[in-house]
């Protein structure tokens, strides 16, 4: 739970600069669509979630 907090955050901070500067790429869509996954939950963000969980573990390990 901590952690798909913290990543709704850490994406919807990022996804404000980007619309602030109107960065308008590849990288802002991406962040635009994995912010709408965590915020909605939908069923498809259950893979994302643990994608996530597994960087997040991988991250840790190093």
Request: charged share 5%; glycine share 8%; net charge positive.
């Amino acid at each position: 739970m901590a952690v798909t907090v913290s990543f709704i955050f850490l994406f919807g901070l990022v996804l404000f600069f980007l619309l602030r500067s109107k960065s308008l790429s590849w990288g802002a869509a991406f962040v635009a669509v994995m912010f709408g996954f965590y915020l909605a939950f939908t069923g498809a963000s259950k893979p994302v979630t643990q994608l996530s969980e597994a960087v997040v573990n991988a991250i840790g390990n190093l």
